[in-house]
């Protein structure tokens, strides 16, 4: 007999973690499948939001940062202070780990294995294959009411079971893990993140420097195939005064750069986080959105189970949308617009000199929405931005 479960999640990232979490608190019968290969290639910077909605303990950052430093093109630079708030780093071995634990505390099975393919029994219900770690290739199989999956980019969940699943647009990220230089070391600050926009070191992204305590982040990504993510890193080593830090990994993932139209199959299946095409342009962030996705997955699928409508799945992309739509379009458009030649770039950090720029931003980053209070400072950025665009501010 194969043992049944109400809903299998496959992937135990910040998307997957979060759904089983969230399903098994309720009293769903829940299996939470992940490959547990590697850790997760990634910032991981995160907004203090993340925190709050998903009640994340302090102790779960490995550092603040409080100060963005935007540098342009010519090297000049904004120095952006986080007023009132900060950006978490968290590094990922640790903290997918501890989403993790906290999905099986709330009564979620865990099994370390690799989704194969879902299988198909006489009467449509489906069947999770997978291949358990340490079983030399053998094959497990469990069945499944609803499947959640969070496997992230290229996922194979979507890719079989969702159109369009497979063919979601990515930029390649990859970065390098040195150790920290000291406090003040080659302009070095344990409380400052850098962003470089510069073609040379990407030319349709960004390349950061991101602190994380005893170690930095130091990476770029691009769209574009025949570009060397590893000359560029080496470059932005050198820029950033990190060359002769100690390197500990080196590590690259795509970035997904586009939502699905659609999350679920209409049946049993419904999408989560990087596996939904769930990143934010312009900026790559998508840890808190994967969590985001995760938990309406999983309040999708609760939904599903209790009304035996398979058309409940499809709530998770609606209320995700009307939440964040505006602010991915919007995000968009930007990353269409300023990331693509040099002059744009320096005009680009050029406008964050602008306070009202300044604090819009980070209140849009901290606390996920465009902040409405503020209409005045709304109309300024928008003439500044024309005047911008039109070039009648020389760069
Ligand atoms: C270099 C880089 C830097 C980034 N920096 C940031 C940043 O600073 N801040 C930010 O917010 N976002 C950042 N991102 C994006 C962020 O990492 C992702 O959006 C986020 O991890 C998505 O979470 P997820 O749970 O959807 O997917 P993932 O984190 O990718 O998790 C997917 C999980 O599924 C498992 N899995 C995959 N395939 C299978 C399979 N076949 N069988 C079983 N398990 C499987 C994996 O082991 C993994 O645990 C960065 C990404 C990259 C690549």
Same mark, same amino acid.
């Given at each position: 007999? *194969?043992?049944?479960?109400?809903?299998?999640?496959?992937?135990?990232?910040?998307?997957?973690?979060?759904?089983?979490?969230?399903?098994?608190?309720?009293?769903?019968?829940?299996?939470?499948?992940?490959?547990?290969?590697?850790?997760?290639?990634?910032?991981?910077?995160?907004?203090?939001?993340?925190?709050? +909605?998903?009640?994340?303990?302090?102790?779960?950052?490995?550092?603040?940062?409080?100060?963005?430093?935007?540098?342009?093109?010519?090297?000049?630079?904004?120095?952006?202070?986080?007023?009132?708030?900060?950006?978490?780093?968290?590094?990922?071995?640790?903290?997918?780990?501890?989403?993790?634990?906290?999905?099986?505390?709330?009564?979620?099975?865990?099994? *370390?294995?690799?989704?194969?393919?879902?299988?198909?029994?006489?009467?449509?219900?489906?069947?999770?294959?997978?291949?358990?770690?340490?079983?030399?290739?053998?094959?497990?199989?469990?069945?499944?009411?609803?499947?959640?999956?969070?496997?992230?980019?290229?996922?194979?969940?979507?890719?079989?079971?969702?159109?369009?699943?497979?063919?979601?647009?990515?930029?390649?990220?990859?970065?390098?893990?040195?150790?920290?230089?000291?406090?003040?070391?080659?302009?070095?600050? !344990? *409380?400052?993140?850098?962003?470089?926009?510069?073609?040379?070191?990407?030319?349709?992204?960004?390349?950061?420097?991101?602190?994380?305590?005893? *170690?930095?982040?130091?990476?770029?990504?691009?769209?574009?195939?025949?570009?060397?993510?590893?000359?560029?890193?080496?470059?932005?080593?050198?820029?950033?005064?990190?060359?002769? !830090?100690?390197?500990?990994?080196?590590?690259?993932?795509?970035?997904?750069?586009?939502?699905?139209?659609?999350?679920?199959?209409?049946?049993?299946?419904?999408?989560?986080? +990087?596996?939904?095409?769930?990143?934010?342009?312009?900026?790559?962030?998508?840890?808190?959105?994967?969590?985001?996705?995760?938990?309406?997955?999983?309040? !999708?699928?609760?939904?599903?189970?209790?009304?035996?409508?398979?058309?409940?799945?499809?709530?998770?992309?609606?209320?995700?949308?009307?939440?964040?739509?505006?602010?991915?379009?919007?995000?968009?458009?930007?990353?269409?617009?300023?990331?693509?030649? +040099?002059?744009?770039?320096?005009?680009?950090?050029?406008?964050?000199?602008?306070? +009202?720029?300044?604090?819009?931003?980070?209140?849009?980053?901290?606390?996920?929405?465009?902040?409405?209070?503020?209409?005045?400072?709304?109309?300024?950025?928008?003439?500044?931005?024309?005047?911008?665009?039109?070039?009648?501010?020389?760069?």
């Amino acid at each position: 007999m *194969t043992q049944k479960f109400d809903a299998v999640v496959v992937g135990g990232g910040p998307a997957g973690a979060q759904a089983a979490a969230d399903l098994a608190s309720q009293g769903i019968k829940t299996l939470m499948l992940d490959r547990g290969a590697k850790v997760k290639p990634c910032g991981g910077a995160v907004p203090p939001k993340l925190m709050i +909605d998903f009640d994340v303990p302090d102790e779960w950052l490995v550092a603040k940062v409080n100060k963005a430093r935007m540098i342009s093109p010519k090297s000049r630079h904004v120095d952006i202070p986080i007023n009132g708030g900060y950006v978490g780093m968290v590094d990922r071995d640790a903290f997918d780990e501890a989403l993790r634990q906290r999905a099986t505390d709330a009564g979620a099975t865990r099994v *370390t294995g690799t989704f194969a393919r879902i299988e198909r029994q006489p009467d449509g219900s489906a069947v999770v294959v997978y291949r358990p770690k340490g079983g030399e290739g053998a094959e497990e199989r469990v069945a499944a009411g609803f499947i959640i999956g969070a496997d992230g980019a290229r996922s194979s969940v979507a890719k079989s079971e969702v159109p369009g699943g497979g063919d979601i647009p990515y930029v390649i990220a990859y970065h390098e893990i040195v150790r920290s230089p000291k406090e003040g070391e080659n302009g070095f600050e !344990a *409380t400052r993140c850098d962003v470089y926009y510069d073609g040379g070191l990407s030319p349709d992204f960004y390349g950061w420097v991101f602190p994380h305590g005893d *170690t930095t982040s130091i990476g770029m990504g691009t769209e574009k195939r025949d570009f060397s993510v590893k000359d560029a890193t080496s470059r932005l080593r050198e820029v950033a005064g990190l060359q002769e !830090a100690e390197t500990i990994r080196r590590e690259g993932a795509p970035i997904p750069l586009k939502p699905l139209k659609k999350w679920d199959n209409g049946r049993d299946v419904v999408l989560a986080g +990087d596996a939904a095409g769930v990143v934010a342009p312009a900026s790559g962030e998508g840890i808190y959105y994967a969590m985001l996705g995760g938990r309406f997955a999983a309040e !999708a699928v609760a939904k599903a189970i209790v009304t035996q409508d398979a058309r409940a799945l499809a709530t998770a992309r609606k209320r995700f949308m009307r939440l964040h739509g505006n602010v991915f379009r919007a995000l968009g458009m930007l990353q269409r617009y300023w990331y693509t030649n +040099d002059n744009r770039r320096e005009r680009f950090v050029k406008i964050c000199r602008d306070v +009202d720029v300044q604090e819009l931003t980070f209140d849009a980053y901290m606390n996920k929405e465009l902040v409405k209070a503020r209409p005045l400072a709304h109309i300024r950025i928008f003439f500044k931005n024309i005047a911008h665009l039109l070039g009648i501010v020389p760069a």
